[in-house]
Structure formats: C-alpha cells, structure tokens
C-alpha cells in the first residue's frame, strides 16, 4: 500500500538573487558520457530524517525555510541544475543538440521543491530495512518534468512525518548527474545547511559572506572541454539515440519503463559486515588455491558477486527449472575521471560513467558456492580490463545488451557505491536514518551503499516480487553461514 502523502505546495527554489552570478546566462554542452545517458530514467533517492515528536509548526517554521534558503545558496555554486536541457537552435540542414541552458530571465527557471506531509504513521516501517511495497516509496519523491523540448534536471521534495520525522526524495536526470555528480550536489546541500544552522542565520535576503565558498571536494567543476573526443564518440551515441535524418524532431523524453507490475514488487536492504565480506574473500582464496588465478577481490567485487548469485537462485527457485537456461547480464557502471588521459579532476560535474559488462547463463550462476566464485571471476576480469579506450566500444555493447534483452535476457546492474558516504548527509538534524534509491524498482538495479551503522561494512538494497525477495533472504543467509563455517 502506497504512502498516504498530501502535498501543500510546490515552488521553485532559485539561486539567490542578491548574487551577481545568478545574473549570468549560461550554457553547457553535453558530453558524449552524458549523451549517453540521455534516454535514461530519472535517478530517485530518498533520505530520512529521524526526529521524535517533531511537530509542523517546527517543520514549517524551521526546516522547510532553511532547506529552502541553503538550497538557494547551493544553486549559487551549481547554477545549471537551476536551468533545463533543451535544444540548441542549427541550421536548417543540421540536426538540433540538446544543451544545458540557465537564464534568470527564464520564466521557469529553479529547482521544484514540493513540500508535503505523510497521513500514514509509517516512517519507522519506510526507514527500515525489512521488506516494504515498493510502490510505497513512489509518493515520497518528485517527478521531473520532461516533455519533447525540455526536461528539468533536478527536483525535490520535502515530506514531514508528523511526530517521527521528515524525508527528503530527489529527483535527477541521469544524463546530467551521475552518482558522484549527484552526490556532491546533496552534500553541497547539507553543508551549507548546517552552516546556516550553526550560524543561526535566517535571513532569507542576504547571505552570510563565509557561505561563498565549498569545500574543495565538493565545489563542481563544469569544464567540459576536460572530457575530449578525438574519435567522435558524441555523434555516434547521438545517433544511436536519434535519426540522423536533420528534418526529423527529436524528442527528450526518457525511455518509457519496462512493463512491470509495481504492485507485486517489493524491496528489503541486506547488511554484509566487514567480517562477513572477510569470509567470503577467504572462501574464494581456499577454491582459488587450486588454480592460482590472480582475483581482484575488493568489497565491491565480492558484494555484487554475492547479491547477483542470490538473485539468479532466487528467480530461479520461484521461476520454473528451464530457467536454467535463461541468459543474463551482469556488470557494473565505471566511474572513468581518473581514468581519462589526462585524468579529469574528482570534482567534475557531469555524467562521467560507463559500463562494463559480461554475458552469462542462470546454470553459471547455480548453487551458491560455485555460482558465487563465477561471479567473483567474471566481475574480477571486467575490473582488471577496465582502461580509458574500454569505453570506445559502449555503443556495440550496449546494442548486444539492448538484443540479448529484447530476447529475454535478464540485467543485473548496479546504482550507488560504497565510496559516496550518503549516509553523511546531515542537514544539521543529524545523519540520515536511512537512504533509499527508489529508481531500481525500475531499472531492476541492486544499491550499493556504506552501512548505516558506519562500522565499515556493505548495504545492500534489492526489488524483488515477494516470493523472490523471500527466496533471496534466506540464500543470503544460509550463504553466509556457509562462508562462516570451518573448513
């Protein structure tokens, strides 16, 4: 059952307006690492805010003002999320390209921030890690408005959980932030609202003269001539996104979802602790013994390998026995900034992520301990063949991708990381109780992100349909009892 959520308004937060660089046009030009994501469904996340007996009138008062008035001072430093994509005007024989545009004089420039409230007393049951509809996730977060000739980049919105806490859900469009990206926009977000809060500034006119500047790490850099294109990679996934023919109207509306019925879906997180993945690394070194293979065996490799292989024996175990057949795809997306020659710095803004990916059948997968130690091989060659030029050849896999899965293959991808500390996003009301990205109920993702409990362990988010998500938790269990036990 979905959320009860009541919305009471939705505004446009705009940089602030005392401040000269709000003044400025802008324009940005799209890379071919955005390009590439420009069909792709928005990124949705979630983070909740634990506050007992938090009433509205401190909700209304308090937060909301000041998540506005430090929204406000972050556009400052991220002025195109302000603005749209929209398309660049060309000459009549050449073909429009989609831009990033910001103008003040924009009637509908900003960023949209709904405020609402929950009428179902269900922030402990939302903010837990046991199984929750997923669908009950949808009303907690804003849906960009994209149309054939615009489309919002971010958008937010602010839920209070009367007596118990608030939420705050995002939404980004996947071609113009990727996790990183989108990362440092929240981070940005929070600091300089707990600035606020330890200042004990409120006036929503002027802005304090130490709130001009970020962090190092987290003040973007827009650059886009640090991603260079020498072998014309734009054009070739432009064209893979759109005819080539320059009297045809192209259209920035996102791929439409997979048919899929949010109803019967479900969602769990699962913790690996530092001593679980431990011995999950120890279990790959004993079966490894025998061939010497030399595995690249980081938390990440060994946490997706163990959360694909419980997925496959789980749809496996609901599904019928000729499942054993079926194909599926596994990898993982590829943060490529250090990796560019010369390297970009780790504070550029923009989509700067590909993917990596191998092809496999359900059989590989099968029985945990042997399943587990294909993946770790599988998942542990794709790191060691990452380099710079591995990313030339996304167009033609992405279309063995897009044929395997027209003929029924299954995709096991990944959304977030261990690296990104969401779990740090305090607003001045203390560390997130928890953090969800909705968007894998569509894209069929698992979450990566760094426990809750900051004790260095792996969270582990899934969308599953119940009997599945059943299947999946006691396989994670008995796998990790079996990695446990003496040998």
């Avoid at 091989?377 to 897009?402: H, P, R, T, Y």
């Avoid at 582990?460 to 009997?467: C, D, I, Q, R, Y």
Wanted: charged share 20%; glycine share 6%.
């Amino acid at each position: 059952m979905a959320a009860k959520v009541v919305e009471q308004e939705v505004t446009k937060v705009t940089p602030l307006r005392s401040h000269s660089s709000s003044a400025q046009e802008l324009t940005l030009p799209l890379t071919y690492f955005d390009i590439l994501w420009l069909k792709f469904p928005p990124v949705e996340r979630i983070f909740f805010y634990e506050i007992t007996g938090l009433a509205s009138d401190f909700f209304n008062s308090e937060i909301v003002p000041r998540l506005k008035h430090s929204l406000s001072l972050t556009l400052l430093h991220y002025l195109p999320l302000a603005g749209s994509i929209v398309w660049r005007p060309q000459a009549q024989d050449q073909q429009q390209q989609p831009i990033i545009y910001y103008s003040p004089d924009d009637d509908d420039y900003g960023v949209s921030v709904t405020v609402a409230v929950s009428s179902n007393n269900d922030f402990s049951h939302l903010s837990s890690n046991g199984i929750r509809g997923a669908v009950e996730f949808h009303p907690l977060v804003p849906q960009l408005s994209i149309s054939d000739d615009k489309a919002e980049i971010v958008a937010a919105q602010i839920t209070l959980f009367p007596d118990q806490g608030f939420s705050i859900g995002v939404s980004s469009h996947h071609a113009i932030l990727d996790g990183k990206s989108t990362t440092m926009f929240v981070k940005s977000w929070a600091y300089l609202c707990k600035q606020l809060a330890e200042l004990g500034h409120q006036d929503q006119k002027q802005e304090p003269s130490n709130l001009n500047v970020l962090p190092e790490l987290l003040t973007p850099v827009f650059d886009r001539t640090l991603i260079k294109d020498p072998k014309g990679l734009y054009m070739r996934y432009f064209n893979m996104w759109f005819s080539s023919d320059p009297s045809s109207k192209p259209s920035l509306k996102v791929l439409p979802p997979v048919s899929v019925d949010f109803n019967k879906l479900v969602r769990a997180s699962f913790v690996l602790t530092r001593e679980d993945i431990k011995k999950l690394r120890d279990s790959i070194n004993d079966l490894n013994d025998s061939k010497q293979k030399q595995l690249h065996l980081s938390t990440y490799v060994l946490t997706l390998a163990y959360a694909y292989v419980c997925i496959v024996n789980a749809k496996r175990e609901e599904e019928a026995a000729a499942a054993a057949n079926r194909d599926f795809i596994f990898g993982f997306p590829v943060d490529y900034r250090s990796r560019l020659n010369p390297p970009a710095p780790l504070n550029y803004f923009g989509n700067c992520v590909g993917r990596v990916a191998e092809f496999a059948k359900a059989s590989d997968f099968m029985q945990l301990e042997k399943g587990f130690a294909f993946a770790v091989e599988k998942l542990s060659d794709l790191v060691k063949g990452i380099d710079a030029d591995a990313f030339e050849g996304s167009k033609e896999k992405i279309a063995q991708i897009m044929a395997k899965l027209k003929q029924g293959a299954l995709l096991l991808s990944v959304a977030g990381s261990t690296h990104f500390d969401v779990y740090g996003s305090d607003f001045g009301w203390g560390r997130p109780k928890k953090v969800e990205i909705v968007s894998i109920d569509v894209s069929g993702a698992v979450s990566l992100a760094e426990s809750g409990d900051g004790c260095g362990g792996v969270e582990v988010g899934v969308v599953l349909e119940k009997p599945q998500m059943e299947a999946f938790a006691s396989l994670f269990v008995d796998g990790l009892d079996a990695a446990r036990a003496p040998r």
